[in-house]
DNA sequence: GTCTATAAAAGGATAGAC
DNA sequence: GTCTATCCTTTTATAGAC
């Protein structure tokens, strides 16, 4: 027999009781806040779901408030991990291409209903959004215009405000999708669609930066002229 | 003397009584939903603001969701009106610094508020989102796409896909800017930082579209290595 | 520490007087 | 038609048993 401590000491994963019921309530409440709304979500909803009771989540939180701080903390760590993932020390620029890919991956992942949560609260939480603008979008700019500060040294590309133009790129691939998304109009882009999509900014970058008439371009596809179906109509 | 009827034909406005409970309340309303949100807004927090009753606000609106229907149903129509006065007869594309200027001054006039709330909504509201980006994303893009062809037949730019084109030029201009309100990072831009903004946007947009080395860029600004300060930080 | 039961408050909605 | 007063539900928050 052990004791409880001991049993930690051995078990790397400590499921000990309470961190369990924490995470169970921190799963549950994270799932109902981002489909319905902080607002319109209520604590005992929550530990219907989670199990355990109302008097153990203030135990544990202090109340909703705590609740949603540690959710969206949570968060903003998991939803831009990616970002750390870049390696600046690829060859070429088809490194574009597949941080554009995971970008929309990552966008696209929870239908933006993390963004939508954090935008929501934004006015009733100061810090929140501050925290996930710092963690995400000034952190994607920073990250990528690193990334081509070091290219631009090598010649891949000619910049010379290299933020800038991260925030281009960014721009370009981002803003009308997930406008799309925080406005929930239906239909997430297909992979052939998004693919396009990632080829056209790509494609518009590097027109863009790469040096003069070398044509560093690989894929300037001729496109087929009317085909562009993109649906920007709701109805 | 007048009887009220009399008065009632005699002033067009015809500011009869219920009319104006109807504007007070949606007046108080709009302030009300865009400081604090739809959740944390009370009817009866309204009702103080605005005068009459809550009863009254029944009779007019039959309860909350029908004035949040009603207010965003106008927001809709005021916030894009500018859209509207965009002359395509104008000689160049010195047009594009107008535009630009006036969708930035949309977007900053009340601080992202509209767009937050219709964000914030959109899940529980599914057709107010949708309506939004109608009116608003989707419609921008449409109409300076129309313009983009219409100067493209003219030799102003060589463009293929116009729409792609005006959604390039919307979201560089927009993004960061529109990303930074919603999230509540505190400090407006200055007048300076967007004037340099849209110089930026307009001088990209050319770079990539104007008719080539034409050189139709009247601003290439040699920028001040170092200068830009942008402060994309949040502390 | 965890749960049951309940307090306390607030909000949405309505009935009825004027 | 407009207001006053009130009902009923829901929600946050806590006290006390096990």
Redesign the pocket.
Known sequence: MMTTAEADKDDCQKPS??EM?RRAMLDAANALFLEKGYGA?????IVKHS??????L??LFG??EGLFRSIVEEGCAEFFSFLNDMDAGQPSHDILRVVAQRFIEGVLADDGAFLRLVISEAGQFPEIGMAFYSAGPANAIRIIGNYLAGQSGRGTFEIDDTEAAADTFISMLLYDLQMRLLCRIPGKPTRRQIEKHVDHVVDTFLKLYAPSSHSTGPRQAPKAPGGSRKSRDVK
């Open positions: 009781r309470r019921r979500t209520s604590l005992t909803d199990g355990g009771s109302l008097a153990t203030y135990e109340g909703k």
